[in-house]
């Protein structure tokens, strides 16, 4: 279970700081020239939404790993782990055919705030979603401490990520970093998977 709990902490910090998900509102604020309290209140409604699809779905998930490890013996054991691992690979995959993840801030002042909540809910994170399939074997306090921990670290890396570059941050790379988040999603739940498996 501590596997599981490390993994999904990582993964989220690291969700938090692609830059699809807080640059789009950093690059309206400026547009429409937000005071950073606004820009601030902002991100965490639209962080919010995002969140809430992602576990929403990763509830259902959640759901299906419990099922299953009643139904299999070899879940707790193999399949968690195999799942995370393949889904590492997926990303892996994703990242040499695509290379970008892209969140396109519209460009009207009418519904900003709602269009890209919208966007953001109807995104979610599904590289954390193979953590609660695989923490729905634990049961829902466990299912549900995964849920806290990822809004708790996604939305507040959003907002620290929007504070800083509101703040100033402007030299970094981000392009590389977006190039490269692919890369790090699967590595995260790759070594998530394997840790699973030798300490579990």
């Known amino acids: 279970m501590s596997a599981l709990l490390l993994g999904c902490i990582v993964l989220s910090l ?8 807080w640059l789009p509102i950093v690059a309206i604020a400026r547009q429409h020239r937000w005071a950073l309290r606004r820009t601030l209140w902002v991100t965490l409604v639209v962080g919010l939404a995002h969140v809430l699809s992602t ?7 959640a759901l299906l ?5 009643n139904q299999i013996t070899l879940f707790t054991r193999w399949v968690a782990p195999v799942l995370l691992m393949a889904l ?33 809910f109807f995104s979610p994170c599904l590289e954390v979603e193979g953590y609660f399939l695989a923490a729905g074997q634990y049961g829902w306090p466990f299912v549900g401490m995964v849920a806290l921990v990822y ?6 890396g959003m907002l620290a990520w929007v504070w ?15 190039h490269s ?8 739940l790759i070594t998530s998977g394997v840790a699973l498996l030798v300490w579990e």
Request: charge should be positive; glycine fraction near 10%; include cysteine.
């Open 14 to 21: 690291f969700h938090a700081l692609i830059p699809s998900h």
């Open 55 to 61: 576990v929403l779905l990763g509830m259902l998930l």
């Open 65 to 69: 790993g419990h099922w299953i490890s």
């Open 88 to 120: 590492g690979l997926f990303y892996f995959y994703q990242h040499h055919r695509h290379h970008h993840f892209h969140l396109r801030p519209p460009h009207t002042n009418c519904g900003v705030v709602g269009t890209l909540a919208i966007a953001m």
């Open 151 to 156: 809004t708790g670290f996604s939305v507040a």
């Open 164 to 178: 800083l570059a509101s703040n100033g941050l402007k030299r970094l790379d981000w392009h590389a970093w977006e």
């Open 181 to 188: 988040a692919g890369l790090i999603t699967g590595l995260t």
